[in-house]
């Protein structure tokens, strides 16, 4: 969305306002009508949470930075946006701006870096082409509408690609980036059809070297997005199906045909704000929407990353004068306590009337967040299966309060007994271990993996150990899908290796471990691996070469040749440094390092090999006083048969 509809002090052109549109909709959100006051509730049946039964990973919570039509973040607000102590918001997911003009692209680069400074990710969406790459055309009423040239998609694409590669060279690694926001509301800016989109996806987001977000529908509107999930080649490269929610009914947020076929592929609620832009973030009770608003789109449309519009705003998460709001304190609830990597477990959502809660889990951590918009307080139970919780913190935001600590949960018997205030959000963080003791120290999370001794059907990991207070007692190796998780391999050392795979297939995978108490530690970095096609090893080349050096660094470039009789649709490059040198930067693959040991996985335009065909990587690295190459080089696990 942009200030141009939904904020009348922004100096730019007239246009619809947000709310036309939305009443033209039929959609405008409207407040409910708050009910009489009564006595509180008596305690209804417990809310059951059961750890075992997971959905989806949270990616984070977050905001829009837009410099350019809403002024930058300062130096101290983007603390209080990406800092996660008091007062302030723990966003762990930053959207920004990709300018049709890059010459502009670098407003974006000091707020995107204290972000990730704070390790949130980053990711980017475009509103305009380069003027040179689009024609008008009439869209109903409007003559002037504007799109993308059908001859100029390769063009755009790499736009696209030169502003992540941009952003890296600042030293932000884009998590991704989107094709276009909201390309069926575009008056002001592109329009983009869903046959388009596909178009797009099928032949040119392979180039894209880093995650591709599509389509990012002004409503969530499904006709945009199911011809991507019918088109077994779109949805290949496409990465995270991004969707806005103005004015969505809760009744729409679900998305039986994304769970059916969107299997590793994840799903985010890119840009919203809620109720309207109309009225200050500050005014209560109506901010208490924005706690049930997220509730859905956690529970029911399970999203995986959740974005308001301005992070600074009237209507914002944070005020105009750098403080959180109220609807900013509501949005930290899940924020600063439901953190990256979390995974949400089954809980009742509606355990009675105007109660809503959520439960998520993390190490030996289960957070709930519950939304209370009764008139009154109500007592409410909370039960946790399988696990034995030791002790809980609680905070809440009501009328007088922002995320303030709060006591009186008690604990007995497995059980939590709280009292939610009127018109409030409480999150509860509670601790849990094992009832055959009093341990509840996680072991610390594992190293990144590094892959070796890759074949068509196995895949083999090692990764730096974890370190416990009493011992780690074995590992979890889990295959990562989007945003679901399934255990490949257990072992008791820092290494095994997964079997049943298919050939030339890529797979992410990440390492838990465990100890003697059953406390699990955090996840580990994710790592990337592509079974080989069965074909022979040893059918490969590889050019090495220093193409530009300077003090301390050094620019490299890897031709891989595929010298074998058929196409290698996957590959996994390894390779060892020997005096110190680091990438820092790559193209044209993703590079894990673990000391010397370099390991290489394709992107989508790398990723095929065809018979006498080859493939260029390059790269960025640091460097000592001396620079020695490689002397050996392994695809798919076989040694090279050349190496230069």
Not at 405 to 419: D, E, M, Q, R
Not at 557 to 569: C, F, K, M, Q, Y
Request: hydrophobic share 35%; net charge neutral.
């Amino acid at each position: 969305m942009t200030s141009r509809r939904d904020d009348a002090t922004a100096a730019t052109p007239p246009s619809p306002s947000r709310r036309a549109v939305l009443a033209a909709l039929g959609a405008v959100p409207v407040l409910a009508v708050a009910l009489p006051p009564s006595r509180a509730t008596a305690a209804t049946a417990a809310v059951v949470i059961d750890p075992s039964k997971r959905r989806q990973t949270i990616r984070g919570f977050g905001g829009m930075n837009h410099p350019a039509w809403a002024g930058d973040l300062t130096a101290a607000q983007r603390e209080t946006a990406f800092g996660n102590g008091a007062g302030q918001l723990g966003f762990s997911v930053l959207r920004i701006h990709v300018d049709e003009d890059r010459t502009k692209w670098s407003n974006e680069v000091a707020t995107a870096q204290a972000a990730v400074a704070h390790g949130a990710i980053v990711f980017a969406s475009p509103w305009n082409p380069p003027a040179s790459m689009t024609e008008t055309f009439t869209h109903g009423s409007q003559t002037d509408a504007r799109r993308l040239r059908h001859d100029m998609y390769g063009a755009y694409a790499q736009h696209l690609n030169d502003f992540v590669q941009f952003m890296k060279s600042n030293g932000v690694d884009l998590y991704a980036i989107s094709i276009q926001n909201e390309p069926d509301y575009a008056s002001t800016w592109t329009w983009w059809t869903a046959s388009e989109i596909v178009t797009f996806l099928r032949n040119n987001a392979g180039s894209i070297s880093t995650r591709v977000i599509a389509p990012e529908s002004f409503q969530y509107v499904k006709s945009m997005s199911d011809p991507i999930l019918n088109d077994a080649t779109a949805l290949a490269n496409l990465d995270i199906l991004g969707a806005h929610l103005y004015g969505t009914s809760y009744s729409d947020f679900p998305y039986p045909l994304f769970q059916q076929k969107g299997q590793g592929k994840e799903l985010w609620m890119t840009e919203v704000y809620y109720p309207n832009s109309t009225d200050s973030a500050d005014l209560w009770p109506a901010a208490l929407g924005v706690g049930e608003h997220m509730h859905h789109a956690m529970v029911e449309a399970e999203f995986q990353a959740y974005v308001w519009w301005y992070i600074r705003r009237s209507y914002g998460p944070m005020r105009e004068d750098g403080q959180i709001s109220k609807r900013g304190a509501i949005m930290a609830h899940f924020a600063k306590f439901v953190r990256p990597g979390y995974v949400r477990i089954d809980a009742a959502s509606n355990p009675q009337t105007n109660v809503y809660t959520s439960a998520y889990t993390g190490g030996t951590t289960v957070v709930v967040v519950a939304v209370n918009k009764a008139t009154s307080s109500v007592s409410q139970q909370f039960t946790l299966a399988g696990t034995t919780p030791t002790s809980v913190a609680s905070y809440v935001t009501d009328a007088s309060r922002n995320v303030a600590s709060l006591s009186g949960a008690g604990l007995s018997n497995g059980t939590l007994t709280a009292t939610l205030p009127a018109q409030s959000v409480t999150t509860f963080v509670i601790t849990v271990g094992s009832s055959g003791g009093t341990d509840t120290t996680p072991p610390t999370a594992p190293g990144t993996p590094t892959v070796s001794a890759v074949t068509s059907t196995s895949v083999t990991l090692s990764w730096p150990a974890s370190t416990d207070n009493t011992g780690v007692t074995g590992y979890d190796v889990v295959q990562v899908d989007g945003g679901t998780e399934t255990v490949a391999a257990t072992s008791a050392t820092a290494g095994a290796t997964v079997t049943g795979l298919t050939a030339g297939t890529a797979y992410t995978f990440a390492v838990y471990a465990r100890d003697a108490a059953g406390n699990r530690s955090t996840r580990s970095t994710t790592v990337t691996a592509t079974t080989s096609t069965g074909s022979a090893t040893g059918g490969c080349g590889i050019t090495y070469q220093v193409t530009n050096s300077w003090s301390g660094g050094f620019q490299g470039e890897l031709v891989i040749r595929n010298t074998g009789t058929t196409a290698l649709s996957g590959w996994t490059l390894a390779f060892s440094f020997t005096a110190g040198q680091a990438v820092t930067q790559m193209w044209g693959g993703v590079p894990t390092q673990n000391g010397g040991a370099v390991t290489v996985t394709p992107v989508d335009y790398t990723r095929t090999i065809p018979a006498g065909g080859s493939v260029t990587v390059g790269f960025l690295a640091n460097q000592g006083s001396s620079n020695p190459a490689p002397t050996s080089f392994t695809l798919n696990g076989g040694t090279c048969t050349t190496a230069v």
